[in-house]
């Protein structure tokens, strides 16, 4: 459905900006007409109220499919960046949340919870290349850290970045899979789309007294226990549920 979506956008972008061309002239300029294209599927996206990353794919598709065009690049080239772009973004087109990396501030401020909640054992949810969970492992060597991401390539990089840790493991799966009453703490960088379904299944198995950290996206309908502004490029929010 995501998929069609982003296809009608562009197609009806697309649509619109030849209609545009067949009156007024300035838009048969390739630059004109581009962005025109562009804009029209990015106010698509927004009608149709796509996930917020799809405007920024709406805004690049076409300007980059023209200038790639124009390099006359070799056609293993185009191979290759769909293998890699589907190995990194696995489950996007299919709405799953695509790959952004928390910063270094965060795993520092999840580390001084893990301390504080004296924790034995830690998962993030959907942990791309182990922004998190590397560092986390380094520095508490107690606790037993694990990396679930079900993209092939972040998976393989987290998991080749730790493969001296002893208390790392990245295991490779869907989240909603997972058993959530095996952790102490539980951290998840997602987005608005998927905190209904995975705070449901965190209440439903969460072991009583353990913790759930949100970075940036609030659980709907749950008071969270407290909530950390950290000082770092993007100004994370985090939000701290007690089950
Ligand atoms: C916003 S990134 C966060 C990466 C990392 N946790 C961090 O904070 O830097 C979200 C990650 O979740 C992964 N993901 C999305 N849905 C998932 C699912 N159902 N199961 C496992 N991983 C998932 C994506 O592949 C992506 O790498």
Not at 15 to 27: D, K, Q
Not at 36 to 54: D, E, H, I, K, M
Not at 71 to 92: E, H, K, R
Not at 198 to 224: D, V
Request: proline share 6%; hydrophobic share 55%; net charge positive.
């Amino acid at each position: 459905m995501t998929l069609l979506r982003a296809f009608f956008c562009q197609i009806f972008g697309l649509l619109l900006t030849f209609g545009l061309a067949y009156w007024l002239p300035i838009f048969h300029h390739p630059i004109v007409f581009l962005f025109t294209q562009s804009g029209l599927a990015v106010g698509n996206a927004f009608l149709l109220r796509q996930p917020s990353w799809w405007l920024l794919i709406h805004l690049l598709f076409l300007p980059s499919v023209f200038v790639f065009f124009t390099l006359a690049l070799p056609s293993w080239f185009y191979l290759m960046a769909v293998v890699i772009l589907t190995l990194i973004f696995w489950g996007t087109v299919r709405g799953d949340v695509p790959l952004f990396l928390s910063s270094s501030e965060v795993a520092e401020a999840v580390a001084v919870l893990l301390k504080k909640e004296n924790a034995q054992t830690f998962v993030d949810l959907g942990a791309g290349v182990g922004s998190v969970a590397i560092p986390i492992a380094k520095q508490l060597l107690a606790v037993q850290v694990e990396a679930c991401e079900r993209a092939p390539l972040p998976w393989v990089i987290s998991a080749f970045r730790g493969r001296n840790l002893s208390n790392f493991t990245a295991s490779r799966r869907n989240f909603f899979t997972a058993d959530f009453s095996k952790y102490d703490v539980i951290f998840a960088f997602l987005s608005p789309r998927v905190m209904p379904e995975i705070s449901e299944k965190l209440k439903g198995e969460m072991r009583a007294g353990t913790l759930f950290i949100s970075s940036s996206f609030p659980s709907p309908n749950w008071q969270p226990e407290s909530i950390l502004h950290l000082n770092d490029r993007r100004k994370t929010v985090l939000f701290c549920y007690r089950i």
